[in-house]
């Protein structure tokens, strides 16, 4: 079975621009949340999609946002970065409530200069 | 939402077990407990989860205490290759049931 893959691996953006993190969950799995870790940090939950629609969100403001795809890829949008943003962003797949637990992708490192 | 409170770092010798705590006097009746473990430079590694009773699989074993306010993560023979930050989670029962992470435990081994 393939795991979560994410792209890019790294990326770098000017404070104010917008980028587009990309998801492909694993093999069987339905639901897809997100999550950004700070340097030193523990991963911060996000938001979290189940068959397409938004199920739960994290402390983040309304410039971050998502979508799930029909065949479960997602997608996390921000807009107007802010240096704070520069992290890990994690994703993580797994059936619903974690069953069998959450497989996580490696990570997209943004860097906001 | 629950919280878990763990040690900042631990360290172990290799080949030796590690008994890794986790307090979580908040617990609610429906709660899972979940291990995670992340390496440098990757995205966290699935270890075990349980909900009241003790868990054993090829990674490690999890002892729930009766009162569930309390587990602890076995590992049975440390290896280098264990060295990681480990993450005992409770879930968001209002988001999900996604991770809600706290800082870890620091794992050295050390040969």
């Known amino acids: 079975e393939t795991g979560v893959t994410q792209s890019p691996t790294h990326l770098i953006k000017t404070r104010g621009q917008q980028v587009t993190l990309r998801c492909s969950s694993q093999s069987g799995h339905n639901t897809v949340s997100w999550y950004q870790q700070a340097l030193g940090q523990g991963p911060q939950f996000i938001f979290q999609y189940y068959r397409e629609e938004e199920n739960g969100r994290g402390n983040f403001p309304p410039r971050f946002s998502g979508l799930q795809f029909p065949n479960y890829s997602s997608e996390l949008n921000v807009n107007a970065l802010e240096l704070d943003d520069s992290a890990l962003y994690l994703c993580?797949?797994?059936?619903?409530?974690?069953?069998?637990?959450?497989?996580f992708g490696s990570g997209t490192r943004l860097t906001v200069v | 939402d629950a919280k878990t409170t763990q040690p900042n770092s631990m360290e172990s010798n290799e080949e030796e077990p590690v008994h890794l705590p986790c307090n979580h006097s908040t617990i609610s009746g429906t709660d899972y407990i979940h291990w995670y473990r992340q390496l440098p430079s990757q995205g966290p590694e699935y270890v075990i989860h349980?909900?009241?009773s003790n868990v054993n699989n090829r990674m490690a074993s999890l002892a729930i205490a009766e009162d569930r306010k309390s587990s602890t993560l076995i590992l049975h023979r440390a290896t280098l290759r264990d060295a990681a930050v480990y993450y005992c989670?409770?879930?968001?029962?209002?988001?999900?049931?996604?991770?809600?992470f706290g800082k870890g435990t620091s794992l050295l081994v050390t040969p």
């Open positions: 989670i409770l879930s968001l029962t209002n988001s999900g049931y996604a991770l809600n």
């Open positions: 993580a797949s797994s059936l619903w409530r974690g069953a069998a637990g959450y497989t």
């Open positions: 349980g909900l009241t």
